[in-house]
């Protein structure tokens, strides 16, 4: 009997989506199937990529890594949302809080209840409802305790901080010792069978020739394999997100080790700040239509915290997804997907995605169109969901101040976006779509947070009385406010959990 089974697997790229790939590959195949992965120290990766969402738990366990010995080895954080300064007008910050807010009651979810409240002057600012928004403003941290179903603190929702380099060299130790095969070169030739343009093998400047059944391309932003020798296309998004370069340096840190990111909106895009146990990662993302990129690094440098610990370095991008994520033999995972700025930190969730989704579509005998096809439209909504959240960031503004913010505060945004803001601004809806990555809590956060206020609430709240209502909201905000009061801090946390030893 023939086995046609795909066992042979080439990853190309040993940036953060290649070494997630053949990390996890390695533990869910085994070791009856060849992986090998080819990187070039030469070219290098992005380098950048620090803040994750709290999936990558999910991706972490799925290895059984420690988290001590994680968060340790990559000199790492914990982060329990993102802070948001100056986006709905300059002088205002909100927090995208990880987790639940508030509690329910019935099926009602407790924001309607809170927007009653606030109508009624009886509640304070939304912050004060999420555990992980309570808990980042005062800089403590916990896991979540779930033997404590009615508390607070069950619901606690976080992520990480990382270094980059230091999480790809520990997946690879990880990978490496599960059975992956490291090449270091540069590919300089792809081979493409003759008959149906399936890729054969790749070909390194040493001369050593790569054949393989199924290729991934971690390539980056080159798409070496699926853009440049398939030729799958991409989708420009850039009249909706309309940065295109960040210049990205690190700095030392001033002052305590807070448990979130950081995202301030600047004249012409904005800038990130990720707290990490040795440093402070810093970038501004920003538009060249607006601020040249001179002038960028001269502001992000002006704006540092601590003394810099390098120059900027400029990162060149265009914002949108690639026409095919799988084109014949050929997976592309990581930025050589797409890409769609750093705002929420969606980009190594999308790995993560990406590299299951190629799990629950993994060819059996050879490969499958209609199986192909599946996994390009789950991929396609994925990416057009999240497209929609961070547009929503730009567009829900009232700035005015600066030619950047005019142009996204007046742009024509997605019919489905407009739907969503349509809902909000009545009655303060927000409707999850299928699997799409963010729920009706990052929404509302995010929507109230720009400003958006709605004109109602769900009549469901009015099925108990005003004074019943509002003791909820207040109950809760109460109980959050002591189980934060009585969280270690983030620094205290990791001080004695997990702290990275620190070199001279
Ligand atoms: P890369 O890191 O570019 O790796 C490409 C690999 O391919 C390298 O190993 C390179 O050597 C190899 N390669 C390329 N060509 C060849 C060749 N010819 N031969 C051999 N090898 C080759 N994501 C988040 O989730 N959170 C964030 O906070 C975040 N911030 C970001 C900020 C910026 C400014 C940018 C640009 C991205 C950010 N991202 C973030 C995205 C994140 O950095 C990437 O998703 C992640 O690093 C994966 O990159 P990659 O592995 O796809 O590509």
Redesign the pocket.
Known sequence: MSDNRVKSIVI???????WMSAAALAKVLGPTYSITL????E??????????IPMIKVFNQALELDEADFIRSTKGSFKLGIEFVNWGQVGDSYIHGFGKIGQDLGLTAFYHYWLKARQLGQAEDFDHYSICTAAARANKFMPAVPDRPNSPLADLGYAYHFD?GLYAKYLRAYSEKRGVTRIE???KEVQQRPDDGFIDAIVLESGQRIPGQLFID?????G?LIEQTLKAGYVDWSHWLPANR?A?LQCETNGPLTPYTRSTAQEAGWQ?R?PLQHRVGN?Y?FSNEYISEDEACAKLLSRLEGRPLMDPKV?R?TTGKRRKFWDKNVVA????SG?ME?LE???????QSAIARLTNFWPREGFDQTDIDEFNAHSDFEFDKIRDFLILHYHATERTDTPFWNYVRTMDVPESLKRKLALFKSNGRVYRQAEELFAEPSWVQVMLGQRLQPAGYSGMVDAIDSEAAVRHVQTVGGVIASCVRAMPTHQDFIARHCAAPMAA
Do not use: D, M, N
């Not at 190309?12 to 290649?18: C, L, R, Y």
């Not at 080819?38 to 120290?41: F, H, I, K, R, T």
């Not at 070219?43 to 994750?52: C, D, K, L, P």
């Not at 995972?333 to 050589?336: A, H, I, P, T």
């Open positions: 190309v790229g040993g940036g953060t989506s290649g080819v990187e070039s120290e070219i290098g990766t992005v380098g950048v990529g620090e803040a994750t980059a070169g540069k590919v971690c390539t980056g932003f080159r070496l960040a990205a990130w990720i970038g993302v990162l991008f995972v990581g930025l050589s890409f750093p930190s969606t980009s190594i969730h999308l790995i």
